[in-house]
């Protein structure tokens, strides 16, 4: 779908993955880093590859942070549900009603509920908030 232009949550291409918001956002700035070779482990990637991947979700969860202001951020790469490799980028607040529990502790029905999915233009604004910490990280600006 990236690549026909038809994600509407795509954010960015790095070199080694795609950057896109989340189509739930219960934990606002809820993003994913999903890599451009297809593999299930990291260990799977050749070295040069990994290590420019690792660095990138590095940025991007940098990105994450100073777009979105979190209190923490949480990382997974799971891949047991999809096993292609892809890390989700997890803003925690204090303010959350359980803000030190892992966030797949929150009941599905709440975590993907329809009233946590953005609207075209809260979604614009995040992708846009996101591009622009990503476009500052590498340019080399900071």
């Not at 990291?42 to 991007?60: A, G, P, Q, T």
């Not at 790469?77 to 490799?85: C, T």
């Amino acid at each position: 779908m990236i690549k026909e232009g038809a994600n509407k949550y795509f954010v960015a291409e790095l070199e080694t993955g795609y950057v896109v918001i989340g189509d739930h956002q219960y934990f606002e700035g809820y993003t994913l880093f999903l890599c451009k070779d297809h593999k299930c482990e990291l260990h799977e990637l050749d070295r040069e590859f990994k290590e420019k991947y690792l660095v990138e979700m590095s940025i991007v969860s940098e990105a994450v942070f100073n777009a979105f202001k979190p209190d923490k951020l949480n990382y997974e790469l799971l891949g047991n549900g999809d096993s292609h490799m892809h890390w989700h980028i997890f803003p925690r607040r204090l303010t959350e009603p359980n803000p030190k529990f892992p966030v797949w502790w929150t009941p599905r029905e709440i975590m993907y509920a329809d009233d946590v999915k953005p609207n075209d233009e809260v979604l614009e604004a995040m992708k846009k908030k996101l591009l622009d910490e990503l476009n500052s990280l590498t340019s080399g600006k900071r």
